[in-house]
């Protein structure tokens, strides 16, 4: 593995003998965040629009078991930060499981752990934009999103730095918030009605632990900012690990007192699950509050969101699998991925709904981490390498939560895999003909 001038990693050799080439080729990002600017980060993009909405589709599926599933979800996302923070320590440039992928199981894998997040996470992206647009004007919440979309983009292309600072003031409020629904929650008497809803039970614990994924995956934030990261083998896998259990804690709390407040059946029939805890303990004066709250926690992780894919976007442009120009940076700033990546979100939130942007971005992201605890398996001793039992029950717990998608968003999901594969293997061809009448 060789340097290039400015600090970025040069071409590599793969496994399969192949070559990786630079993942920071256009350009040198700016080392800016520190540990706690990091864990706001992870812990920003994780408490966003899932602890809205999740619990109430999930406690359709395991009922009294929610939080059981919840801690099911936090074990599989713990063995995967584990194996990111590990490889990202390793590799500490921008591109995540892209670049670790490339360089560890071969160039192909990692493209498609490339193409994977970035057209998953930017499902997420539409998926975030909705929910702000879901809470701020019900009545219109596609142009609601695209104005928060407007606004989220203003304040990232700023650089990473600026993002961090208000995802902070962003996370302040939404713990607000949360504490103020738990409170609500203990305060009163178990619910008095069942509407009548079915909910499931401990069967249903892995299908409601892989709804309540989607509301874990943003430890992957820290992995894509790894080139933007102060001492990245020590701050990274600290930052992770604190983000997530911080997120498991107060997920945990959140789904008890909300299965206390409504009972299984009244959690899985509403469509704004924290908004209906207030109100069924009598606290309506607050109602305004969880709204804010959660187009904070939304709007926050729009934002941290786009700061992570336009970095994988980034770094695939620079290896020539995305257009060249993706990879330019202006003041450290990967600035036209960012934008290029805010007109895909855009085009999302007038197309889709909010189901089926989370159920397309948890298959795509899901086969992202598969990808990254097989890449964990490849490092040496001397890298600090996961054990062996983690590495395999993160691809065991990845491939069992896919399992639990509906039908019908596995087939899009791997649909659109499939069409990024024969994209890289339509480059690899062209680029291998060049060569040839170079040669020539």
């Not at 909010?354 to 990254?372: C, E, H, K, N, P």
Request: contains cysteine; charged residues 10%; proline residues 5%.
């Amino acid at each position: 593995m060789s340097t290039v001038p400015g600090g970025g990693i040069g071409v590599s050799t793969s496994p399969g003998g192949g070559t990786v080439a630079s993942a920071a080729s256009g350009g040198r990002l700016a080392r800016r965040l520190g540990t706690k600017d990091a864990v706001v980060v992870g812990l920003g993009a994780m408490l966003g629009a899932g602890i809205f909405s999740a619990p109430a589709p999930a406690a359709r599926a395991a009922g009294v078991w929610l939080p059981l599933a919840v801690l099911l979800a936090g074990a599989v996302a713990w063995c995967n930060a584990t194996s990111t923070a590990r490889l990202a320590a390793v590799f500490p440039q921008s591109g995540g499981t892209y670049l670790y992928a490339g360089r560890l199981l071969g160039r192909g894998w990692g493209h498609l752990a490339g193409w994977g997040f970035v057209v998953g996470k930017t499902a997420s992206c539409a998926a975030m934009a909705l929910t702000v647009g879901a809470y701020a004007w019900p009545a219109q919440p596609r142009v609601a999103g695209t104005v928060a979309l407007a606004v989220a983009v203003a304040l990232g292309t700023g650089g990473v730095q600026r993002g961090a600072r208000l995802t902070r003031v962003l996370l302040a409020l939404t713990l607000a918030v949360l504490v103020v629904v738990v409170a609500a929650a203990v305060t009163g008497l178990p619910p008095a009605s069942d509407p009548g809803v079915s909910v499931g039970g401990i069967a249903g614990v892995p299908a409601a632990a892989g709804l309540m994924f989607f509301a874990f995956a943003g430890y992957a934030r820290l992995a894509t900012l790894g080139e933007e990261v102060r001492d990245p083998a020590r701050t990274i896998p600290r930052a992770a690990g604190l983000a997530l259990l911080a997120a498991i804690l107060i997920y945990v709390a959140v789904t008890v007192s909300a299965l206390a407040a409504l009972g299984p059946q009244g959690l899985a029939a509403s469509a704004s699950p924290l908004a209906s805890v207030v109100s069924a303990r009598g606290w309506d004066a607050v109602l305004p509050l969880v709204r804010a709250g959660a187009v904070a926690a939304a709007g926050g992780a729009l934002l941290s969101l786009l700061l992570g894919v336009s970095r994988t976007a980034f770094a695939m442009a620079s290896d020539g699998y995305l257009p060249s120009g993706l990879a330019a940076v202006r003041r450290g700033v990967p600035h036209r991925a960012e934008l290029a990546v805010a007109v895909v979100v855009l085009a999302l939130v007038w197309t889709v709904d909010l189901r089926g942007a989370i159920g397309f971005s948890s298959l795509a992201v899901l086969v992202y981490y598969l990808l990254a605890n097989l890449s964990a398996r490849r490092l040496g001793a001397g890298q600090r390498r996961p054990p062996g039992w983690l590495t395999a029950a993160g691809a065991a717990g990845c491939t069992l939560l896919a399992l639990t998608l509906p039908p019908a968003s596995v087939l899009a999901g791997l649909g659109v895999l499939a069409v990024g594969v024969v994209f890289r293997v339509g480059i690899d061809r062209r680029r291998s003909s060049s060569r040839q009448v170079q040669v020539r």
